[in-house]
């Protein structure tokens, strides 16, 4: 039985969780009690693997700059340059996807719609709320269900399987890092394969690189490959997220026409709210709010993801 003087809306129209149910409402809360102090996992198979090979491909990436064209070369400083400017942007990049990866995207706690909660809450008369029927919690304005991660994720804009995690109000900042210093080692590495091609050429293939011509050229082919289609695809990413956050509309909103019932922040309001702070250079920095947790295996009820 629902508490007057509001309304809460079910789309599958299922009633409020009562204290015979079986959901462990209280075991529940406690679990959230500490999410902060956790890191954010999910145990995912299509999205573990994806995110296995997007380190792969950065690594082999890494390899190829560094041992194939750089520490051959007869130019000091073009190698020590170079390598140092390569492998900053490829620590960057793989520290924000770690940190998009090992982040809460912005989980609403499971199980909190019980009438002991939505009296806690002082609703006001005739106040329409909504419940997910697949998580039992209250849905927060902008929030929407992911079937992958099992939890309803606050401005959810996307899950993503090379990232391994829902894309949402916590980690969009490190989503968009992400994208930007891949989409910079890619173009990078595509500028030192086309010098090598060069210096290879002129050069007759001698005393080009380390390893035999054919091997050389294979290698240099598949990082070209691997540079296109990084960059194509995390630039299309990186503008299609700063375009969502300016104009503060999420890609499930954009692509389900809804009409925004919220303040609308725009433009630099929008990369405030997202970046934290005035423009500065942190928005840059992957590593803003890190700090090492103890590693504590915790499984969790009715979800596929764990914390530690």
Known sequence: MQPSGHRLRDVEHHPLLTENDSYDSASSSASEADTADRVWFIRDGCGMVCAVITWLLVVYADFVVTFVMLLPSKDFWYSVVNGVIFNCLAVLALSSHLRTMLTDPGAVPKGNATKEHMESLQLKPGEVIYKCPKCCCIKPERAHHCSICKRCIRKMDHHCPWVNNCVGEQNQRFFVLFTMYIALSSVHALILCGLQFISCVRGQ????????????????IFLCLEGLLFFTFTAVMFGTQIHSICNDETEIERLKSEKPTWERRLRWEGMKSVFGGPPSLLWMNPFVGFRFRRLQARPRKGGPEFSV
Not at 205 to 220: A, D, M, N, Q, R
């Open 205 to 220: 293939w001698t005393e080009c690189s380390g390893f035999s011509p054919p091997i050389t050229v294979v290698l240099l």
